[in-house]
């Protein structure tokens, strides 16, 4: 490590300096690194280091991308939580294949993720829905998420109307058009910031079931 590379590891991580990604061992697996990545980013401080870009392209190929929060991830995929109404949900509807992006810029960290969506089963969804606050669970009912605003008054009065509607009810119920959708990923890049441009890129790529790894010019 460049005496750069270390000060910025210690202003960032405090305690805890994670490895420059081409010191990796050979036998390394995408989601532990993934994860030990997740968890230098929330060591750091950094507001929100869950949020990620989801991008998504409509039937007739225009790409579009938005940030959402990474509720849940496993060898099975990446999960987010949104209206199955939404331009995204739509586009994922038509389009399966999807890419993720988490940028950590203070730590020069990014990791690019390609895959496949599915929904999560409603069971999976009610669960995390029922963990939410209760204005929140109240917004998902009022907002029709990506529709344009009727008078701009429109999403309040929604809202008022569905904290009447729920007002005597302890539960609120998951709305069918609310979900998650989870990223299979084939594809996970981890790039690291290095002295004079020198970033490490380190790839995995599905093959057969197995992950295989390699490395790309900067
Ligand atoms: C940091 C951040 C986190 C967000 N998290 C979510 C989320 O988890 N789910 C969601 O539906 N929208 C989330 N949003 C709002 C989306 O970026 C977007 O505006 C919304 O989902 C509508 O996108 P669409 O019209 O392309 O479907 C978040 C926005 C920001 C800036």
């Not at 069918?176 to 002295?195: C, D, L, V």
């Amino acid at each position: 490590m460049t005496l750069f590379e270390k000060l910025r590891c210690l202003l960032t991580f405090g305690q805890g300096i994670a490895l420059p990604i081409s010191e990796l061992s050979a036998d390394a697996k995408p989601l532990p690194l993934f994860e030990q990545w997740l968890n230098d980013a929330k060591k750091s401080g950094i507001l929100l280091p869950e949020s990620m870009s989801v991008s998504s392209c409509s039937k007739e190929g225009q790409p579009s991308s938005r940030m959402v929060l990474l509720k849940e991830f496993d060898e099975e995929g990446f999960v987010f939580y949104t209206n199955y109404a939404s331009r995204k949900s739509h586009e994922l509807e038509e389009n399966s294949k999807v890419a993720l992006l988490f940028h950590w810029n203070v730590l020069q960290l990014q990791i690019r993720i390609e895959g496949t969506v599915s929904k999560v089963s409603s069971e999976q969804s009610a669960n995390y829905f029922h963990s939410r606050d209760r204005g929140s669970q109240i917004g998902a009912w009022a907002s029709k998420q990506s529709q344009k605003l009727t008078h701009d008054n429109e999403l309040k009065e929604r809202d008022v109307h569905f904290k009447n509607k729920f007002a005597d009810s302890s539960e609120i119920p998951l709305p069918k058009f609310w979900g998650g959708w989870q990223i299979k990923p084939h594809y996970i890049e981890f790039w690291q910031g290095r002295a004079s441009r020198l970033h490490d890129r380190i790839c995995f790529e599905k093959e057969d079931g197995q992950w295989q790894k390699f490395k790309l010019h900067p």
